[in-house]
Structure formats: structure tokens, C-alpha cells
């Protein structure tokens, strides 16, 4: 049972325009989340996290959302751009779990140019 | 400024063989995982060590075994390799929760 979803497998967006990548949970214990982003043949890198007592967190073209009601997050970037072509993981972890992170499969981000 | 340092890059196992994934961090953190990522899916954890001297078991250990050396270091190995082991392996480290992972380049492992 996935208790991180992603699911949409690739999304594919103008460049300049906003990129709107979903990530739907199901354990409601979770109380932080986080975005990666990976390119082939490297490990994820740390793009952006936000906690559970927030619903909103900015970071220059990355901002995420968080609705824990419908256990749903999101992460918008604008403008996309060639470079954030890329494929992006949202994970989530609890404090009763010890803080594992649990993965969703991933979006492919592909930018048009 | 090398972060988490993996080896082997690639490697090619017949099943049964075993052999030793190699993980190294210098950036004094706590925590290490090893993480393997199959197509389609996110990734599994398979062991991790909160601290030097401790480790414990992840989602997927069977078939695994690993060593906190020290701080620094964190292997994985496989006893008897098969071919459901075939993936693309992961070792992390971090501070604590707050700061996210920071991941090797990976180890792509193929059993045959």
C-alpha cells in the first residue's frame, strides 16, 4: 500500500510558464515533507521541505503547498525553466516512524522549449 | 567538497556472488541509509544507522547486511546475489530532519 502518490508518471510544460507537480498522501501521522529532484545518473538533491504546522513555503522559484486536510501537497515552480527538467520525488516522514522518509515514485518534468 | 561518495559506479554480479557497496560522507553527519530505486518505483529503504554503532532495518533488508565503520562510513553488502537485486543503489546521510538527505551518485548493480 503506497502511503506517498504521485501519480502522474511525466508532465511536460512550456518554458516560462508554472509547472505544477502532486504529491497525495495517506498517513495522516506524517508531518513533514520534502521535494528532490534528480537527474539521470545522479542522486536526488534536496530542493524543498515544509512542515506540517505550515501550508506554505517559498524558496526563490519553488514554493510548496500543503493541504492537510485533503492530504494533498504541491510544488509550483515559476517559471520553469530548461534546467529544471528533471524527475521530481516527494517524500514524507513521521515521528513515530523515527523519521524514515516514505517515497513517492516520482514525475518526470520535461520543459519545452 | 565531495559530499557522499559511492563505489563502484556500475558493477555486474552473477547470481550468488557477493560483494561490498562502499559509502563515505564527509560532512560529519549523523545519519547514513542505503536506498535501492527500481523502475516505476520511489525509493526502498533497505538499512539505516541513526548513529555511529547503530543500524537498523528498513522496508526491504532481506538479503542485505551493513556496517556503520565509523562516522564516516556506511556499507552494504550482499551475501548471495540474485537477480531480483538488480537495481539502482543509494546511500545517504543527514543531519537530522530538518535538513533533508544529501545522496550519492549511485551504484548501478546488475545480477545475472
Known amino acids: 500500500d503506497q502511503q506517498v502518490k504521485q501519480n502522474s508518471p511525466s508532465l511536460s510544460v512550456q518554458e516560462g510558464r508554472i509547472s505544477i507537480l502532486n504529491c497525495d498522501y495517506t498517513?495522516?501521522?506524517?508531518?513533514?515533507f520534502l521535494w528532490y529532484k534528480k537527474y539521470p545518473a545522479e542522486g536526488p538533491t534536496f530542493l524543498i521541505s515544509?512542515?506540517?504546522i505550515k501550508d506554505k513555503n517559498e524558496d526563490g522559484r519553488f514554493t510548496v503547498f500543503l493541504n492537510k486536510s485533503a492530504k494533498h501537497l504541491s510544488l509550483h515552480i515559476v517559471p520553469s525553466q530548461p534546467g529544471d527538467s528533471a524527475v521530481y520525488f516527494c517524500?514524507?516522514?513521521?515521528?513515530?516512524?523515527?523519521?524514515?522518509?516514505?517515497w513517492g515514485a516520482g514525475t518526470k518534468l520535461i520543459i519545452k522549449p | 567538497n565531495a559530499g557522499v561518495t559511492q563505489t563502484p559506479k556500475f558493477q555486474v554480479l552473477k547470481t550468488g556472488q557477493s560483494m561490498t557497496l562502499q559509502c563515505a560522507q564527509d560532512?560529519?553527519?549523523?545519519?547514513m541509509y542505503w536506498y535501492r530505486q527500481d523502475p516505476g518505483m520511489g525509493l526502498r529503504l533497505i538499512y539505516y544507522?541513526?548513529?555511529?554503532?547503530?543500524?537498523d532495518k528498513g522496508e526491504v533488508p532481506n538479503g542485505y547486511n551493513v556496517s556503520r565503520l565509523n562516522k564516516r562510513e556506511f556499507s552494504l553488502r550482499l551475501e548471495s546475489a540474485a537477480p531480483s537485486q538488480t537495481s539502482v543503489y543509494f546511500c545517504?546521510?543527514?543531519?537530522?530532519?530538518?535538513?533533508?538527505?544529501?545522496f550519492g551518485s549511485g551504484t548501478r548493480l546488475t545480477v545475472v
Open positions: 545517504a546521510s543527514s543531519q537530522g530532519q530538518s535538513y533533508g538527505y544529501t
Open positions: 560532512m560529519n553527519h549523523n545519519s
Open positions: 544507522s541513526a548513529s555511529e554503532g547503530t543500524t
Open positions: 498517513n495522516s501521522m506524517f508531518d513533514y
Open positions: 515544509i512542515s506540517s
Open positions: 517524500a514524507a516522514s513521521a515521528a513515530d516512524s523515527n523519521y524514515q522518509l516514505i
